[in-house]
């Protein structure tokens, strides 16, 4: 069973602290990772991308991958009100096919 | 708006009732992928179309019937569904199938009575 675990929150922040958003996998032999955020009743927006080991910077935003822990993570820096939403963390399985794996996602609420 | 849409938007139908969802990609994409969105669980994959050949059929009951006539256009045909169907509906594109990043359409809120 390949799993993607990420812990349901909410993780409250206060606005423009550092909200850390965490992810760990199952498979050691994943390859891609994906970051999607989804605010309540819309579908998942692709936030960021990231398929090496060490972090990938765009805007406020930050992936950070570690392959040798499994675990994929998300800051986000300068939190804004408009960054409350659920955070979905997605993983492609090296045997897989075509599926992405999500996790059930992390609540974010960034209060003024 | 990502370039992809989805019709409609929200849709209420009997368990007898026979429907279908349909999405469309404007973004030059060759495939296309039909998830499931409950409350409290993950996304499920459902069906992946590749130039419009299924490659992927998660165990998925019959009621559920995709087609796909060309690479820009996704059907998903519902018979006899059960209440516990009630879900978010997800069509999303990537570039290939495999391992890419996935474009959401605005999903299909599906509550069967």
């Known amino acids: 069973q390949k799993e993607v675990e990420q812990n349901s929150g909410p993780l409250s922040v206060p606005e423009g602290a550092i909200a850390s958003l965490n992810c760990t996998y199952s498979d050691r032999g994943s390859q891609s990772f994906f970051w999607y955020r989804q605010y309540s009743g819309k579908s998942p927006e692709l936030i960021m991308s990231?398929?090496?080991?060490g972090d990938k910077e765009d805007g406020r935003f930050t992936a950070q991958l570690n392959k040798a822990s499994q675990y994929v993570s998300l800051l986000i820096r300068d939190s804004q009100p408009s960054d409350s939403a659920t955070y979905l963390c997605?993983?492609?399985?090296?045997?897989?096919?075509?599926?992405?794996?999500f996790g059930k996602g992390t609540s974010l609420l960034v209060t003024p | 708006e990502t370039g992809v849409t989805q019709t409609p938007r929200h849709l209420v139908m009997g368990m007898t009732n026979k429907k279908s969802l349909k999405c469309e990609q404007h973004?030059?994409?060759?495939?296309m992928y039909w998830y499931k969105q409950s409350a409290k669980k993950p996304l499920e994959l459902m069906f992946v179309y590749s130039l419009e050949e299924r490659v992927e059929n998660n165990s998925v009951p019959s009621r559920f019937s995709p087609e796909c006539p060309n690479s820009s256009h996704l059907f998903l045909h519902l018979h006899t569904l059960q209440p516990e169907d009630s879900a978010l509906y997800l069509c999303a594109s990537s570039l290939n199938a495999g391992g890419l990043e996935q474009y959401f359409g605005p999903g299909t809120r599906l509550t069967v009575t």
């Open positions: 990231i398929y090496s080991n």
């Open positions: 973004l030059g994409h060759n495939a």
């Open positions: 997605a993983v492609s399985y090296t045997n897989s096919g075509y599926a992405l794996n």
